[in-house]
Antibody, heavy 117, light 111 residues
Framework: EVQLVQSGAEVKKPGESLKISCKGS????????IGWVRQMPGKGLEWMGI????????RYSPSFQGQVTISADKSITTAYLQWNSLKASDTAMYYC??????????WGQGTLVTVSS | QSVVTQPPSVSGAPGQRVTISCTGS?????????VHWYQQLPETAPKLLIY???NRPSGVPDRFSGSKSGSSASLAITGLQAEDEADYYC???????????FGGGTKLTVL
């Protein structure tokens, strides 16, 4: 069974750093792209970027380029999304999802990130 | 403001048919890229509903169907049920952004 299990909710202060994770199982982790999607409170889905764990090829949405870093460790079948300096506007639910072709067939349960002073 | 546009809300009575539109442009849907649809029930992660314009993953009822024409696509739901009340998102690929793009989402209310 394909599963993407994300790390738990986080509460951080502005300016702090954060790295959240997404562990894949039940499939060949290195042969499917993993994407990250943001959903701000009460808002829609936004594509942030994507990584191919096989060779760490990474693409970013122009809206998120330079704001976050996407990485993966294929040895532990885990993808990551990290911030160096969080802002209040980063408060959102973040989902990872496995891509098939150009659609996202499996989704993680989401990680809620709250940034507040 | 998404480059792919959906109506903010639609509604219908149980048993009725509703459609949700998804309008793009020449850099995404109009360029021939496939459209995919997701259902997001309250407080849950999105779930793939339709892929490659008109294909249903295993387990999705045939009450849900998709179509695409030109720069637009549509999701149709027949025999509306209370459990269909959710947010629905279309998604495609955009060549100018070199990545995926989601529509703004449509909230379906079952009256």
């Amino acid at each position: 069974e394909v599963q993407l299990v994300q790390s738990g909710a986080e509460v951080k202060k502005p300016g702090e750093s954060l790295k959240i994770s997404c562990k894949g199982s039940g499939y060949s982790f290195t042969t499917y792209w993993i994407g990250w999607v943001r959903q701000m409170p009460g808002k829609g889905l936004e594509w942030m970027g994507i990584i191919y764990p096989g060779d760490s090829d990474t693409r970013y949405s122009p809206s998120f380029q330079g704001q976050v870093t996407i990485s993966a460790d294929k040895s532990i079948t885990t993808a990551y999304l990290q911030w160096n300096s969080l802002k209040a506007s980063d408060t959102a639910m973040y989902y990872c999802a496995r891509r098939n072709g150009h659609y996202f067939s499996y989704w993680g349960q989401g990680t809620l990130v709250t940034v507040s002073s | 403001q998404s480059v792919v546009t959906q109506p903010p809300s639609v509604s219908g009575a149980p048993g009725q048919r509703v459609t949700i539109s998804c309008t793009g442009s020449s850099s995404n849907i109009g360029a021939g890229y496939d459209v995919h649809w997701y259902q997001q029930l309250p407080e849950t992660a999105p779930k793939l509903l339709i892929y490659d314009n008109n294909n249903r993953p295993s387990g999705v009822p045939d009450r849900f169907s998709g179509s695409k024409s030109g720069s637009s696509a549509s999701l149709a739901i027949t025999g509306l049920q209370a459990e269909d009340e959710a947010d629905y998102y279309c998604q495609s690929y955009d060549s100018s952004l070199s990545g995926s793009v989601f529509g703004g989402g449509t909230k379906l209310t079952v009256l």
